[in-house]
């Protein structure tokens, strides 16, 4: 009999991946029991049809009754409570492939909210929406099993546009009659400004207020930094006379994707403000309108880049693979291109080639994590496929895939 004798090392490898497993293990079974609170909630909600019958007046009280009590039992606001119930309703009801990769573990509870956030709305025909949502679960949830709910929101949404353009376009007019701005105190002398714009200005105002801040160079923060921007550029500024907002006062750098016939106002197809979602047409023509220069893009059938055509020939390279890649793209990292490194996925000084399919975008903290001189027991490498597809792994050995995000709205 031969005795099996096992390192340090592996036995510390074998206890690492055994924990990491067991985390695992355990976010499915709480999806699961998830699942089933949602269709608890469900279930209450149609006893309480039952129970009032059509009387609207009894119906409105013990429907407040029953969030009061379930809101009591679960110790949070009844205003969240409202919303659970609303949620698992339209979840039970219209949404069953959903509910069934979230009781199998195969989504998370957040997961499922964001796809029900961004489903497109029914139509006047129940049959007609129960068809849209059946097309529509059938695109996202495939994906949302693959990557982070935030990444699937954004994914959602593009498929809601391109299922529903014409509803989705006046959604989006509809939602800017309710831009506002209000104030609500925190703590210690500190309040929130709480702004609701569209969204292309909110990330536009963001990335500006960040890229001003990292010019700057003292012992502040970057949130601090940005916070004191904020402040001395409303509270020093001086207002446009015009309605709406004055575009040509700032020169963000945002990334948006518009059909050709769109653009030059054939259509009013959704565009897309990459990574994050649809975007309005109108804004989308009024930025193309003063951009300096553009590129066109090229798709495949299934919605990938396959090559971008631009005015700027000698960042052709650049403009492409930001074109493709849209954020970071370790697994589930949302960081903009526009904060990220183009670097190689195999290493130059190792014979990687300066080329499209050895190249990505990669944030400053998942760069790094790749690094020669990290310890291998922390290194992580990576390789890319042909079609822009990366496979991460880790220092457990384990394989996590992260593809290129499509356009579904442009095939």
Known sequence: MVAEYR??????????????????????????????????????????????????????????SMVAEFAAAGRVSPGTMSIQFANAAALVNGFPETMRALRAGRIS??????????????????????????????????????????RTRAHARAVAAK????AQEQAHRDAREEREVGVRPTADGMAQIIGVVPEILAHAIWDR???????????R?????????CCDLLLTASASTAV????????????????????????????????????????????????????R????????VT???????????????????????????????????????????????????????FCTSHHPLKHPDVDERHRWTVRQSPEGTLVWRSPLGREYIDSPEPRVMFV
């Not at 490898?13 to 497993?21: F, K, P, Q, S, V």
């Not at 299922?163 to 014409?166: K, S």
């Not at 893009?297 to 990938?304: K, N, T």
């Open 221 to 229: 923060t970057m949130d601090q930094r940005r916070a004191d921007l």
């Open 297 to 304: 893009l090229f798709l495949d059938p299934s919605g990938m």
């Open 7 to 64: 390192t340090e090392r592996e036995l510390e490898d074998e206890r690492r991946a055994a924990l990491l497993d067991q985390w695992a293990d355990l976010g499915a079974q709480i999806a699961a029991l998830e699942a089933r609170r949602v269709e608890v909630l469900a279930e209450r909600a149609a006893l309480l049809e039952y129970e009032t019958g059509p009387q609207i007046i009894h119906s409105s009280m013990a429907e407040r």
């Open 163 to 166: 299922l529903q353009p014409v």
């Open 307 to 361: 090559n971008v055509d631009t005015y700027v020939p000698s960042s052709r390279m650049k403009r492409y693979l930001r074109a493709r890649d849209q954020h970071c793209r370790f697994p589930g990292c949302r960081a903009k291109t526009q904060r990220c490194e183009l670097d190689h996925n195999r290493d130059r000084a190792f014979g990687g080639v300066t080329s499209l399919c050895n190249l990505a975008c």
């Open 109 to 150: 509870r957040r997961h499922a909210e964001v796809i029900l956030e961004a489903a497109p709305r029914d139509g006047d025909d129940a049959d007609d929406g129960s068809t849209l949502r059946a097309a529509y679960e059938h695109d996202v949830l495939p994906y949302a099993c693959q990557t982070t709910a935030p």
């Open 244 to 295: 709406g907002t004055d575009m040509d006062a700032f020169r963000p750098t945002v990334q948006v994707t518009i059909a050709a016939s769109t653009l030059a106002g054939h259509d009013d197809m959704m565009a897309e403000l990459d990574g994050i979602g649809s975007v309005h047409p109108d804004f989308a023509r009024d930025l193309a309108g003063r951009a300096p220069s553009f590129s």
């Open 209 to 219: 207020l960040t890229a001003m801040a990292a010019a700057m160079d003292d012992d």
